[in-house]
């Protein structure tokens, strides 16, 4: 069973940076894509980033394209997503999610909120 744990979200002014984390547990994780979303108050919940953790390729969407790069450790099987130039309409609260295309998983994280002031 795979377990995600995501932390490192909090209160910043705009312009600032955040480091969030996602710490993976419970599987090998070479066939899973992990992936970061966000769901601001009163809005539908939308991709960011994924990351593919056999080769490491990335995907970012147009929103946050050159501010935010989402990265791997493989060693502490934990995913970052780095997040620089932050804006207001950054503020979400932020959820990790793992895909497994072959055996149909797809597990959340428990989110974290991220606040960016004006």
């Known amino acids: 069973q795979v377990h995600l744990v995501e932390s490192g979200g909090g209160l910043v002014q705009a312009g600032g940076s955040l480091r969030l984390s996602c710490a993976a547990s419970?599987?090998?994780?070479?066939?899973?894509?992990m992936r970061w979303f966000r769901q601001a108050p009163g809005k539908e919940r939308e991709f960011v980033a994924s990351?593919?953790?056999?080769?490491?390729?990335?995907f970012d969407a147009d929103s946050v394209k050159g501010r935010f790069t989402i990265s791997r450790d493989n060693a502490k099987n934990t995913v970052y997503l780095q997040m620089n130039s932050l804006k207001p309409e950054d503020t979400a609260v932020y959820y990790c999610?793992?895909?497994?295309?072959?055996?149909?998983?797809?597990?959340w994280g428990q989110g974290t909120q991220v606040i960016v002031s004006s």
């Open positions: 999610n793992a895909y497994n295309m072959y055996n149909l998983d797809d597990v």
């Open positions: 419970g599987r090998t994780f070479r066939y899973y894509t």
């Open positions: 990351i593919r953790w056999s080769d490491g390729s990335t």
